[in-house]
Structure formats: C-alpha cells, structure tokens
C-alpha cells in the first residue's frame, strides 16, 4: 500500500512531498479541506425527543387543523 501511493504521488517515504509538488497538487486539485455536514433541520431537531406515535399525532393534528382552516376559511 505505502508503495502504491509513493509511486502514485511520486514522493519519498522519508521525506514526502516537496514544496513544489505541494503547490503543483493544490494548483490541480485544490485544497486538502473536508465539508462540513449539513445539520439537522430545525424540525428534525424539535421530533427527536418524541416516540414515532407522538410525531404522527402532531402531524396529523397539524394536518387536520390546516385542512379544517382551509375548507372554513378561519
């Protein structure tokens, strides 16, 4: 494995990576910077606490209340 990737980025084991081959990388490839992940949803945050009964309630309650107030025009 070290072999494979000292040969594929021509670099020593000792020493590894030149100045020059550094910059020429970060030129290709840009730099060695990982993302953040995404963070959960405001209402993913607010659900987690609750069993999978009490979701389903809030959002069916949520769901009637918004149809009820569509249909009577509240």
Known sequence: MKKMVTETF???IETG???QQVEE??????PNLLTPRKGKSPLVR????FSPAACLYFVSR?????????????
């Open 46 to 49: 607010f659900f987690t606490p």
């Open 25 to 30: 990388y970060k030129k290709n490839y840009g």
């Open 10 to 12: 021509k670099s020593d």
């Open 17 to 19: 990576l030149t100045d």
């Open 62 to 74: 949520w769901d009637c209340d918004f149809v009820f107030r569509g249909v009577c025009r509240f």
